[in-house]
């Protein structure tokens, strides 16, 4: 399951888009042609935040399971993931969809 509630509904959109663009060929609007780019790039984002926050929520859990002396990796690996997350994130703001935050 998705982290992201607006995910399922922006790939559905991209479906149609994708589906009008192979209907219509290169008769197609170009509009048509540019927000399914977009979109593609935001879904694709949005995939890479689900999959860095479900990374993020096994390795919070290795840093509680170790109460206070978890291993230096596993620290590390949380300061990059939420490094990446924001990144991502950030792409997608620019991109005009904004991706809510994770209580992680």
Wanted: hydrophobic fraction near 40%; charge should be positive.
């Amino acid at each position: 399951m998705s982290t992201i509630p607006q995910l399922a509904s922006l790939k559905q959109r991209l479906n149609q888009l994708n589906l009008q663009k192979a209907r219509f060929g290169f008769n197609a609007d170009p509009h048509i042609g540019m927000e399914s780019d977009d979109l593609a790039t935001i879904v694709q984002q949005m995939e890479l935040i689900d999959i860095q926050r479900r990374s993020l929520d096994h390795l919070v859990r290795q840093r509680d399971t170790h109460a206070g002396n978890a291993p230096v990796h596993v620290l590390n690996q949380i300061v990059t993931i939420r490094a990446e997350i924001a990144r991502l994130r950030q792409t997608c703001a620019r991109l005009g969809q904004n991706v809510p935050s994770h209580p992680l």
